[in-house]
T-cell receptor, first 115, second 111 residues
Framework: DAEITQSPRHKITETGRQVTLACHQT?????MFWYRQDLGHGLRLIHY???????NKGEVSDGYSVSRSNTEDLPLTLESAASSQTSVYFC??????????????FGPGTRLTVL | GEDVEQSLFLSVREGDSSVINCTYT??????LYWYKQEPGAGLQLLTY???NMDMKQDQRLTVLLNKKDKHLSLRIADTQTGDSAIYFC???????????WGLGTSLAVNP
């Protein structure tokens, strides 16, 4: 069955370190998204991609970067981790096109703690 | 800009019906979605409705859409303790591939 996976599921790091969160989907979806979820803020979009070599900034992109070298993967990098980036991170993917509902499918999340 | 609003909390007794409400502002919405998030898990798509429909039923779930008032609701019949979760409403405007999300409604089911 097609799925979307994230790794690691839990990560503790120190302020200033670079961290990369992995996202891999086997749906063959064009669209991939990274969100962070914080109490009181719901889901906030960090970065998104509509295809290979395409990346776009979301509403909370400062301090984060992504790259899309293939259809399946969209790794999220925190260049220099800050305590404000302690959060739960979700990756999602969707397909688009005529007649499609465009629903997003989510990974299980990565809980990141920055000390 | 586009906005999706939901009440933050709802508490019901086991066996009762739950109704979770959502309002949105974008009149060009094409699809509206309901997702469920259980503790420690990702979001799971429950159902979605196309904007030219006013109702969709799927087992215990009934979605009602009032386009004139830009109001969406999710009714869960015979609510069970396993329905305790956060429920998110989201909309897709036109051909936009991004979704606009509500903050989520935390449903507590009391035995």
């Amino acid at each position: 069955d097609a799925e979307i996976t994230q790794s690691p599921r839990h990560k503790i790091t120190e302020t200033g370190r670079q961290v990369t969160l992995a996202c891999h989907q086997t749906w063959n979806h064009n669209n991939m998204f990274w969100y962070r979820q914080d109490l009181g803020h719901g889901l906030r979009l960090i970065h998104y991609s509509y295809g290979v070599q395409d990346t776009n900034k979301g509403e909370v992109s400062d301090g984060y970067s992504v790259s899309r070298s293939n259809t399946e993967d969209l790794p999220l990098t925190l260049e220099s981790a800050a305590s404000s980036q302690t959060s739960v991170y979700f990756c999602a993917s969707s397909e688009s096109g005529s007649g499609r509902a465009g629903e997003q499918f989510f990974g299980p999340g990565t809980r990141l703690t920055v000390l | 800009g586009e906005d999706v609003e939901q009440s933050l909390f709802l508490s019901v007794r086991e066996g009762d019906s739950s109704v979770i409400n959502c309002t949105y502002t974008d009149s060009s919405s094409t699809y509206l979605y309901w997702y469920k998030q259980e503790p420690g898990a990702g979001l799971q798509l429950l159902t979605y409705i196309f904007s030219n429909m006013d109702m969709k039923q799927d087992q215990r779930l009934t979605v009602l859409l009032n386009k004139k008032d830009k109001h969406l609701s999710l009714r869960i019949a015979d609510t069970q303790t396993g329905d305790s979760a956060i429920y998110f409403c989201a909309e897709k405007a036109g051909n936009n591939r991004k979704l606009i999300w509500g903050l989520g409604t935390s449903l507590a089911v009391n035995p």
